[in-house]
């Protein structure tokens, strides 16, 4: 049989698998423990056959929405977690020891900017670059460099990382490359395509999509050599050689840490995972619209959208994500408007922290996600006072447009 397109691929995948009793969606197992009749065979599977054990490490209900990620993702295997941010801490602790030095593009979520600097308190060496441009990457390069970490497309900046060069230099010089491919999703490109090593989804986001449940997910591209990589431990370093990196992050990253996502969650990422791309393709459409209105709007300053020409790395990002360019924009209003009267006039955008809903979104940044962080650190990343932040959702257009309008007719 051919091989199937992105959603067919999902909507079929846990009855293909053979979920219990011919189910179309693999059933949610709330047990917490897993028992067997054969003392051999509990022993098997603490060593390393597939199976399960207790929930902490995983149940067929997470290893189901697992599968289809990896499927999203064309890697080898998915492991989840209860959140995003618990995926990026299993990822940076387990493979980063004292005295290891990870490059990482400082355009990236804020609460990733603090786990950073977690890390460095910890004894990693983080240098933060522009990897808009590669050659600022390579630049950042020491003999102790491990690992490069960098967003496709940034939140909240949108800038779009250099993400092919970096991967091709971090093949050359034999590090570890994370893509966090939260913003961009597995339906406009993989962190595969640019040779990452691990791609990292925050699930919570466009993957789920309905914010009804938070979950995280870190894929094994299969591209990297763990063989060479100096921090696997000795009981990892087993099986196929491209498995290491990924068997460590599990069991150090989600079986010490314990960030688990439970079954619940996980089914409901699932349901939200079948029309991915439906939504997606809705989101991007109803972006490209508003950006445009917006940047040709008197009373906005600017528009921060990779699909707009006027966006820095506007070509780049119609080369990577097959001319789609996600759902967030950052918008400045012009001088003299009171930011959160705007706010406060809009009707249909949500005021709420968070990303990639099927409902539109709205955050001033300095203000709130990027308050803790202080002036300086924002101007680093580029977070102006007057910076606005839309999660564009896939209500009907001209709605959004409307709001907008009469939003801005205010002042
Ligand atoms: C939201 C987000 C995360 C963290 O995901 P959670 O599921 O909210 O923990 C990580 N990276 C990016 C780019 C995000 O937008």
């Not at 179309?24 to 047990?31: D, E, G, L």
């Not at 900017?113 to 670059?129: F, Q």
């Not at 789609?324 to 706010?343: A, H, N, P, T, Y």
Request: hydrophobic share 40%.
């Amino acid at each position: 049989m051919p091989k199937n397109g992105f959603t067919t691929t999902i909507l079929h995948s846990d009855r293909r698998a053979g979920a219990e009793h011919g189910a179309v969606h693999k059933p949610i197992h709330p047990s917490s423990q897993y028992a067997y009749t054969d003392a051999h065979e509990i022993a098997a599977v603490f060593q390393g056959k597939p199976g399960y054990t207790y929930a902490r490490q995983g149940t067929p209900t997470t290893a189901a929405l697992e599968a289809q990620v990896t499927q999203m993702e064309q890697g080898l295997a998915t492991i989840s977690f209860a959140t995003g941010m618990a995926a990026l801490n299993a990822t940076f602790f387990a493979l980063l020891h004292r005295g290891d030095h990870l490059i990482s593009s400082k355009y990236i979520f804020g609460n990733t900017n603090s786990l950073l600097n977690t890390l460095a308190a910890l004894g990693v060496e983080v240098t933060l670059v522009d990897a808009t441009d590669a050659n600022e990457v390579k630049r950042a390069w020491r003999p102790e460099t491990r690992m490069v970490f960098v967003e496709s497309i940034a939140n909240p900046g949108t800038q779009v990382a250099d993400m092919r060069a970096v991967g091709a230099w971090c093949r050359d010089k034999n590090l570890v490359y994370v893509v966090d491919n939260t913003l961009s999703t597995p339906w406009l490109c993989t962190g595969t395509e640019f040779g990452a090593s691990l791609t990292v989804n925050s699930l919570s986001k466009y993957i789920g999509g309905h914010a009804n449940a938070l979950g995280g997910a870190v894929t094994n591209t299969g591209l990297y050599d763990w063989s060479t990589y100096p921090n696997i431990a000795e009981p990892y370093r087993k099986g196929p050689v491209s498995t290491w990196g990924l068997t460590q992050i599990k069991k150090k990253g989600l079986r010490d840490m314990g960030g688990t996502l439970s079954s619940d969650a996980a089914h409901r990422i699932a349901i939200g995972a079948e029309t991915l791309a439906l939504r997606m393709d809705k989101c991007c459409a109803n972006a490209m619209t508003l950006a445009t209105f917006l940047e040709n709007h008197p009373k906005v300053a600017s528009v921060r959208y990779p699909g707009l020409a006027s966006h820095a790395q506007h070509t780049r990002a119609a080369e990577f994500f097959g001319g789609k360019f996600g759902s967030l924009m950052g918008v400045d209003l012009v001088d003299g408007i009171d930011l959160f009267e705007f706010l406060n006039w809009l009707e249909i955008p949500i005021l709420a922290t968070h990303l990639g809903d099927t409902r539109t979104l709205i955050l001033p940044m300095a203000q709130t996600i990027y308050y803790e962080m202080g002036a300086k650190q924002r101007a680093l990343m580029g977070i102006s006072d007057t910076f606005v932040r839309i999660s564009v959702g896939i209500e009907d257009t001209e709605d959004l447009l409307a709001d907008f309008t009469q939003a801005l007719g205010h002042f």
